[in-house]
């Protein structure tokens, strides 16, 4: 099944028809929605979505970065925050989404598992990214990284704890609907592939769901080969978001990065959901990337 992201921002509700109406005019029958915000019209996106005959393969519950980097209040990337009581208000926020929008039916919910706790986070994320806009070579990045990492196990553990017991919640009461959880976009985030797996092991009712992007952008910063996350986790996959990277730059448009998606292909079984990852409500990304993916074999 092949499907197109469509995401509620700033543009608001025209913003998101417009990306829908793209889609369809770009042969594109189901979607992954995005929402970044609780605070939306909910149920007037559900309906405006339905009078367009939109039929979602995925629902994902999302923040932007700079709110996902303050740990101090809830939000959708929050379900493992350190805080008990922040970690229980996020994993509610996320079932609450998510049963407003449940007359769409989705098949998947795609969550990220948010980021590790630890001091000046938002000052060492920017560090971060300065290394991946220099010219250094992999290993002296990867050194530059590790001091920048420090992270306390013992409270990953906790967070891993809380993030363990939200998720059951979330999967309990949102059942059908199959939870999944994202390839994290930082070194910092809290599912690196050990965690993710302790998580996925301890939760049977939970899955997969790889991005191309943010898998290249860890590897960048001396995390595991892109195929690692794939050939590890290839059980539990369920989707992949099909996004480039450029320099430090994810959620680009497939064939303008750095990935070589043709050695994706092959990794993926006939039932993985594959979504293009696009910002195009004029469609002339959409066009490109998806004869890209085609000429490839993904599509």
Same mark, same amino acid.
């Given at each position: 099944?092949?499907?197109?992201?469509?995401?509620?921002?700033?543009?608001?509700?025209?913003?998101?028809?417009?990306?829908?109406?793209?889609?369809?005019?770009? %042969?594109?029958?189901?979607?992954?929605?995005?929402?970044?915000?609780?605070?939306?019209?909910? =149920?007037?996106?559900?309906?405006?979505?339905?009078?367009?005959?939109?039929?979602?393969?995925?629902?994902?519950?999302?923040?932007?970065?700079?709110?996902?980097?303050?740990?101090?209040?809830? %939000?959708?990337?929050?379900?493992?925050?350190?805080?008990?009581?922040?970690?229980?208000?996020?994993?509610?926020?996320?079932?609450?989404?998510?049963?407003?929008?449940?007359?769409?039916?989705?098949?998947?919910?795609?969550?990220?598992?948010?980021?590790?706790?630890?001091?000046?986070?938002?000052?060492?994320?920017?560090?971060?990214?300065?290394?991946?806009?220099?010219?250094?070579?992999?290993?002296?990045?990867?050194?530059?990284?590790?001091?920048?990492?420090?992270?306390?196990?013992?409270?990953?553990?906790?967070?891993?704890?809380?993030?363990?017991?939200?998720?059951?919640?979330?999967?309990?009461?949102?059942?059908?609907?199959?939870?999944?959880?994202?390839?994290?976009?930082?070194?910092?985030?809290?599912?690196?592939?050990?965690?993710?797996?302790?998580?996925?092991?301890?939760?049977?009712?939970?899955?997969?769901?790889?991005?191309?992007?943010?898998?290249?952008?860890?590897?960048?910063?001396? %995390?595991?080969?892109?195929?690692?996350?794939?050939?590890?986790?290839?059980?539990?996959?369920?989707?992949?978001?099909?996004?480039?990277?450029?320099?430090?730059? =994810?959620?680009?448009?497939? %064939?303008?990065?750095?990935?070589?998606?043709?050695?994706?292909?092959?990794?993926?079984?006939?039932?993985?959901?594959?979504?293009?990852?696009?910002?195009?409500?004029?469609?002339?990304?959409?066009?490109? =990337?998806?004869?890209?993916?085609?000429?490839?074999?993904?599509?």
């Amino acid at each position: 099944m092949k499907a197109v992201t469509i995401r509620f921002d700033q543009s608001g509700l025209e913003g998101l028809l417009r990306r829908v109406k793209a889609g369809q005019k770009g %042969g594109f029958d189901r979607f992954d929605l995005c929402i970044l915000n609780h605070n939306l019209p909910l =149920g007037r996106i559900a309906n405006e979505l339905r009078e367009h005959k939109v039929s979602l393969a995925a629902l994902r519950l999302i923040e932007p970065r700079h709110e996902a980097l303050v740990l101090r209040r809830p %939000g959708y990337s929050k379900a493992g925050a350190k805080d008990g009581a922040i970690a229980l208000r996020s994993a509610e926020m996320v079932a609450e989404t998510a049963l407003a929008l449940a007359e769409l039916r989705p098949q998947f919910l795609v969550l990220d598992g948010g980021y590790a706790h630890v001091s000046n986070l938002q000052d060492r994320q920017l560090q971060l990214d300065e290394l991946l806009d220099c010219e250094e070579s992999e290993s002296k990045r990867k050194d530059a990284t590790d001091k920048i990492i420090r992270l306390d196990q013992s409270l990953v553990e906790q967070q891993l704890l809380h993030l363990c017991r939200g998720l059951h919640k979330v999967s309990k009461d949102l059942a059908p609907l199959r939870v999944c959880l994202l390839t994290p976009g930082s070194p910092f985030g809290l599912l690196q592939p050990d965690a993710m797996q302790h998580v996925l092991s301890d939760l049977k009712t939970v899955d997969y769901w790889h991005s191309t992007s943010n898998a290249a952008l860890l590897r960048k910063l001396g %995390g595991p080969p892109e195929q690692e996350w794939l050939e590890r986790f290839s059980p539990r996959l369920r989707g992949v978001y099909l996004a480039d990277m450029l320099g430090g730059h =994810g959620e680009q448009p497939p %064939g303008l990065g750095e990935i070589d998606f043709s050695k994706l292909a092959p990794e993926l079984a006939s039932s993985v959901v594959r979504v293009l990852v696009i910002d195009d409500d004029k469609g002339t990304k959409l066009r490109f =990337g998806t004869d890209y993916l085609t000429r490839v074999g993904i599509f």
